[in-house]
């Protein structure tokens, strides 16, 4: 199904919805997509260039919005085009944490730079998210397919 920013959907395929978000993008910058893998339940953030105060806030209302909507438990981010992350990019990786613990959930960050690596280690996040290097790796993880 592809969902639209009205919240209508339409037939994809059987394992992934798609919902490409809408945020104004920043000179450089591109937007933000959200997909569904229904087979694993999870939701996967592909945060765009920069995961900071601006796309932050964004991101947490529209990822909260689709695990209401849709009843998923676990939430993945993919932090390949991720080039700067600061405190409110942790911030909403721990806020996805926080929600999905509650409903059973767990949380994976998959495909980092050294530089989000380095944050991700530093801020203790490493302790408590699934970390992985590819996108499969990462759904195995949080629906516990070993």
Partial sequence: MRINNRGIAREL???ALVCSCEIP??????NMEMTIMGKYRTLVIRPDSELDQHTAEKIRQSAD???KKTGLKNVAFDMRRVRFMDSSG???IMGRYRTVCTIGGRVAV????PY???LVSM?????IVIT???LQDALEEVSGIC
């Fill in 13 to 15: 395929d059987k394992t």
């Fill in 123 to 127: 801020s203790g996040i490493r302790e």
């Fill in 132 to 134: 992985a290097d590819r």
């Fill in 90 to 92: 942790i911030g909403v």
């Fill in 110 to 113: 998959f495909g980092m730079s």
């Fill in 65 to 67: 919005k689709l695990l």
């Fill in 116 to 118: 989000v690596e380095r």
């Fill in 25 to 30: 993008p920043r000179k450089g910058e591109g």
